[in-house]
């Protein structure tokens, strides 16, 4: 069986995040992710998580001033103290949260030259990844389609993946999103293989309208069968926009392999 997990940044999005978490238990998901909690009281999160018996995987990292157009700090020229302290605040909130992994969010890096950038991002990361190793916190970092997010730092797998050679940390892996990596690419089974030894999480969506994972161009149990014959065991994030109800919507498990056990 598999294990899929639910991402409650998308799924049951309309309610209070700690009502999201007893929707997650109350629809059998083992285990949770979420994009920015930190509105929640880190210990009454932590609280929530145990008391419906659940695994709290990852958070995103502070994404600074969304409504001004930033997402993430991490390649941002002369945000370096800014990028420091949302690290400061993301660790402590793992820490006290119980959360296992950090996705770091790159930024949004129109108008800068590309070697100011990636010599500020290799700087940025390479702190954080020495942070996160004291810390046994599993750093994650995920390409963004280019046709939603235009001036992201990166939008390819293969493209985060030579950066991440680059920087040479153990510490980094790279979170694989179906849906952006489908966006991006036709033969997302081939993007998988080819840079599999980089991958440390997987999430899914339809694409391209990022719906439920049993729709859309991308045979997306091709691609889960194709990282399961690699040697892929962990959770599957399930970060996708329902198109109606998501418990309507949960169908899709039915043919998926889902184990409501860890």
Request: charged share 25%; net charge negative.
């Amino acid at each position: 069986m598999r294990r899929y997990a639910a991402n409650l940044g998308m799924l049951w999005s309309s309610l209070p995040l700690l009502e999201r978490i007893e929707a997650a238990a109350r629809a059998g998901f083992r285990a949770v992710e979420m994009h920015f909690p930190y509105d929640v009281v880190p210990g009454k999160l932590r609280d929530s998580i145990e008391q419906h018996e659940l695994t709290l995987l990852g958070i995103n990292s502070p994404p600074g001033n969304l409504a001004a157009g930033e997402l993430g700090l991490a390649a941002v020229p002369g945000r370096e103290a800014d990028f420091i302290e949302s690290m400061r605040v993301a660790f402590n909130y793992c820490r006290e949260s119980g959360a296992q992994a950090l996705h770091i969010m790159g930024g949004n890096t129109s108008g800068f030259p590309r070697k100011a950038c990636l010599e500020t991002f290799r700087s940025n990361i390479l702190r954080a990844a020495d942070l996160a190793e004291s810390r046994d916190i599993q750093l994650l970092l995920e390409p963004l389609n280019e046709a939603r997010h235009p001036y992201y730092f990166y939008h390819h797998v293969d493209e985060l993946a030579e950066i991440l050679h680059w920087i040479r940390h153990p510490r980094l892996e790279i979170q694989f999103d179906t849906y952006h990596v489908g966006m991006e690419a036709n033969a997302v089974s081939e993007v998988l293989r080819r840079n599999w030894s980089m991958i440390g999480h997987i999430q899914i969506a339809a694409v391209p309208d990022r719906s439920e994972p049993d729709s859309g161009d991308v045979d997306i149990g091709k691609v889960l069968r194709e990282a399961e014959s690699l040697g892929y065991a962990g959770w599957i994030g399930c970060e996708y926009q329902p198109g109606g109800s998501v418990e309507e919507g949960l169908s899709w498990r039915q043919d998926a392999r889902f184990a409501e056990t860890v």
